[in-house]
């Protein structure tokens, strides 16, 4: 009930901003208790007497923001300051920053209509309430259960080791009959605070596993090689969930030359790394790291894929927005082969049909360089798509909308992940081919943990 109470009090507070106020009072910034932020104030304050590393890593200097933004280039401008973008509604951006990228977003121009501290609508009850989650241990454990769930086809891997020396641990569902089969690779959690991004890959390799008697999925499971990796960044989910409350983390656990923390791990792909929509400073929530692919997560995510040619797919989950984004993200082009994009357009149409989720070229909501799926398309030609999962908007729980939220995003998720698997043979039948049709699960009860 905390967390929901202190989004109510945020919701209101929204309310009464847009309702009652003032314009003047719209271009001040306030706190989660309704007192008014004297920027300059607060600028000198993190400056003089706040340790840096507080600063960065804690989240008393650091907000839920939004700011007035119209159209993809003024979206983009404004992810150039450094803010996270990680809602859009209307004119309205949203996304999280410290008083350093709040002033940098200022002086650009832009008119902050809101700033709320995120420790005034953080839950302080992540266990118990949304202990159904998967930590680092439960996803290992979990993983386990799968594959011994299906050892027939089941193998666990480890793509490579965090900066904080976790297992990247996978799953593999492949028949050894000794054959070259296409593959598939579906990741979750580029980004710490993504919990529901873990939880939907981590499911697919339990359903997989409890379902692979039935006709449709067994074929799958014979004729493909899927490779799952829940939990790109253990450390940084670790470390957003270390207190028993929540840090609205977002980048890996790098220790920054400057004594901040962490790399946007999903800024820090080689496809025009270090361009728009990334930042180059480390207290940044979009750092793009001081060199591509500088970070352990992602020189693993890549390593793997270069040792996999057979991986003809890729799907990246995130949160939250409900968005089914291909490339390019770095750039506001289409991508040049026409038949490619056509074949982009109705995987992601068909799976924005099945989801609810909407589809688009990743750059119409705004230009991001360094992400997974430009690398993975552009480099690679793999066709790659990024979920931004369920809910819609920070008003509906935004990162945390709670442990209620799992199984109906799991269960939209599911046919859109068959999909794909079955595509990966040639995703450019996607215009014509058969597809794997799968019915609702009836119960998604799975593994060892009480889902
Ligand atoms: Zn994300």
Redesign the pocket.
């Known amino acids: 009930m905390t967390r929901r109470s202190g989004l109510w009090t945020a919701l209101l507070l929204a309310t009464a901003l847009a309702a009652g106020a003032g314009q003047e009072d719209l271009q001040g910034l306030f706190d989660g208790t309704g007192t008014k932020i004297d920027l300059k104030a607060l600028l000198a304050q993190t400056k003089n007497s706040v340790p840096k590393i507080d600063h960065v890593i804690g989240f008393e200097d650091r907000y839920w923001v939004e700011v007035t933004a119209s159209g993809k280039n003024e979206r983009t401008r404004l992810a150039d300051t450094g803010m996270s973008i990680d809602g859009v509604n209307g004119g309205v951006v949203s996304g999280t920053a410290d008083s350093e990228i709040l002033g940098i977003i200022q002086k650009a121009g832009f008119t902050v209509v809101r700033a709320t501290r995120l420790s005034s609508f953080s839950p302080d009850d992540f266990p118990p309430a949304d202990g159904t989650y998967h930590n680092y241990e439960e996803v290992q454990s979990a993983l386990q259960t799968a594959q011994g769930a299906a050892p027939e086809y089941a193998t666990l891997f480890s793509m490579g080791k965090s900066v904080e020396g976790r297992d990247l641990t996978g799953i593999r569902f492949y028949k050894d009959d000794g054959k070259e089969k296409p593959g598939i690779l579906f990741v979750g959690t580029?980004?710490a605070r993504?919990h529901l991004?873990t939880e939907v890959p981590l499911l697919l390799s339990q359903w997989l596993a409890e379902n692979r008697d039935r006709e449709d999925v067994r074929e799958l499971l014979e004729t493909r090689d899927i490779y799952i990796v829940p939990l790109v960044n253990p450390d940084g989910m670790e470390f957003d969930i270390a207190t028993g409350r929540y840090r609205w983390h977002?980048k890996n656990m790098t220790r920054n030359s400057n004594g901040s923390v962490g790399v946007d791990l999903?800024r820090n792909y080689a496809w025009g790394w270090g361009g728009r929509g990334s930042s180059a400073n480390p207290g940044s929530d979009t750092y793009h790291g001081p060199s591509a692919f500088s970070e352990p997560e992602t020189q693993a995510v890549r390593d793997f894929i270069e040792s996999h040619p057979n991986i003809k797919i890729m799907l990246s989950y995130?949160?939250f927005s409900e968005l089914v984004l291909y490339p390019w993200g770095g750039s506001d082009e289409p991508i040049a082969d026409g038949r490619a994009l056509g074949a982009f357009k109705v995987m992601a149409e068909k799976m924005g049909g099945m989801t609810g989720y909407r589809p688009m070229q990743s750059s119409e909501l705004y230009v991001a360089t360094g992400d997974t799926c430009d690398w993975a398309w552009g480099a690679k030609g793999i066709f790659c798509f990024t979920f931004?999962l369920t809910p819609r908007s920070q008003w509906q729980g935004g990162f945390y909308p709670g442990a209620g939220a799992i199984q109906g995003t799991f269960a939209k998720n599911i046919d859109p992940a068959l999909y794909l698997i079955d595509l990966a043979d040639d995703p450019y039948r996607a215009g014509s081919g058969r597809v794997a049709s799968a019915p609702k699960p009836t119960t998604t009860q799975t593994g060892d943990n009480p889902i």
Do not use: F, I, P, Q
């Open positions: 580029h980004h993504e991004s977002r999903n995130h949160t931004e």
